[in-house]
């Protein structure tokens, strides 16, 4: 195993050929590394920036053991097998382990370390077999019933009001292991993104506010528009968790914001950068993927300065026309403080995530309303 830290031009391997698989590669490369993209998908957005492109199942022991050349590898997604992660940490220098992308992977097991480190969720019953549904769990009631694995950008969820709902829920999950979080009054949602060598060398970015259509993040703004007391909390709660997991890497800590007080809690971690961290690209000194790069190589994370007010705004498969034709690019790409960034996807569909932009400006209000009005734009 290669001694850290890891320099130029070494091989670098990625779990996962998505957009996050893409702008990692892109950070890499011009930081001067070589990079091996694992992915099953032979049109993966990665690979079109990838030295190689291993083009097969996440668990192909083949594949796995030429991806365990590379000094060192990450992933950009959280339901990967951890067991290959495992796997590639008796060959190679992996970033974060297994363990903490196997926690993320569960919301059980997720709810159940951010309580050991101190820090508050919504309150929640654990629901794997019908049995567990009894008359204590109207305390949790209104609620959400999730799927305590591979649920995402709102999937998975269901919202009860009674039991009898919840029962029907639990079924039509199909009996899976599932979470019923009681629903919360909630004023908003967040975003940290830490980056963290260990506990000497931690760096997190300013909260992001989240603003989210159909279960899916449309909006981040940044800096959230929170008092500096809130957003001064949401950082020591991100690092907190991030210590407690003992976590290396770049890690998303999403939390809510409830009540008059503004009272956080923990909703959930990604353990890889996140959709609300792709402003950092434009509009902050370094950016999430670069951290990403820095930290698996070794290196202490850089500064994660903002340098103006911004806005991301994803876009969706639903501006394509329904043949396919392209959106009009031309209001975004013409103005002079938007940022274009596609990925690279063959084809569109409604609620894939197809690239996105960010608008600079001098206070995020401004930036949010500019790009409101661009995302409107968009038509084939």
């Given at each position: 195993m290669k001694t850290l830290p890891i320099l130029p031009p070494a091989n670098l391997?990625?779990?996962?050929?998505?957009?996050?698989?893409?702008?990692?590669?892109?950070?890499?490369?011009?930081?001067?590394?070589?990079?091996?993209?694992?992915d099953p998908d032979p049109n993966a957005p990665a690979a079109d920036f990838a030295d190689r492109h291993l083009c097969a199942d996440f668990d192909n022991e083949a594949a796995l053991n030429e991806l365990a050349k590379c000094a060192a590898v990450t992933t950009e997604f959280e339901n990967v097998n951890a067991d290959a992660m495992r796997f590639l940490a008796q060959h190679t220098v992996i970033s974060p382990s297994g363990d903490c992308v196997a926690i993320a992977q569960n919301r059980i097991q997720e709810k159940a370390w951010i309580q050991k480190a101190g820090l508050q969720t919504a309150p929640y019953q654990a629901v794997c077999k019908p049995e567990?549904?009894?008359e204590a769990s109207a305390a949790f009631l209104p609620g959400i019933l999730k799927t305590a694995t591979l649920g995402y950008d709102g999937k998975g969820q269901i919202r009860v009001k009674t039991l009898s709902e919840l029962k029907a829920a639990f079924t039509e999950h199909g009996g899976v292991e599932c979470v019923l979080e009681k629903m919360v009054d909630l004023r908003g949602e967040i975003s940290v993104i830490v980056c963290r060598l260990n506990s000497d060398n931690t760096q997190t970015f300013d909260p992001a506010e989240n603003i989210h259509e159909n279960g899916i993040l449309a909006y981040s703004i940044v800096p959230a528009r929170l008092s500096a007391d809130v957003q001064q909390q949401a950082r020591q709660m991100a690092r907190r968790l991030a210590d407690e997991l003992g976590y290396v890497g770049?890690?998303?800590?999403?939390?809510?914001?409830?009540?008059?007080?503004?009272?956080?809690?923990?909703?959930e971690i990604a353990p890889r950068p996140h959709n609300s961290g792709h402003h950092t690209i434009d509009a902050c000194a370094t950016d999430q993927f670069q951290q990403q790069v820095r930290i698996m190589c070794g290196l202490p994370p850089a500064d994660t300065r903002l340098l103006s007010g911004c806005c991301m705004a994803n876009i969706l498969g639903n501006v394509w026309g329904k043949d396919g034709?392209?959106?009009?690019?031309?209001?975004?790409?013409?103005?002079p403080h938007a940022h274009l960034h596609l990925y690279g996807k063959k084809s569109a569909h409604v609620g894939r995530k197809m690239g996105h932009f960010t608008v600079c400006a001098d206070d995020a209000d401004e930036a949010f309303k500019t790009a409101q009005a661009l995302h409107g734009s968009l038509s084939a």
């Open positions: 391997g990625i779990l996962g050929g998505g957009q996050l698989g893409r702008m990692f590669a892109v950070a890499a490369k011009t930081m001067g590394y070589r990079v091996t993209v694992l567990d549904i009894t770049v890690l998303a800590v999403e939390m809510f914001v409830v009540g008059d007080t503004n009272e956080l809690i923990v909703n034709g392209e959106p009009d690019w031309l209001p975004v790409q013409n103005h």
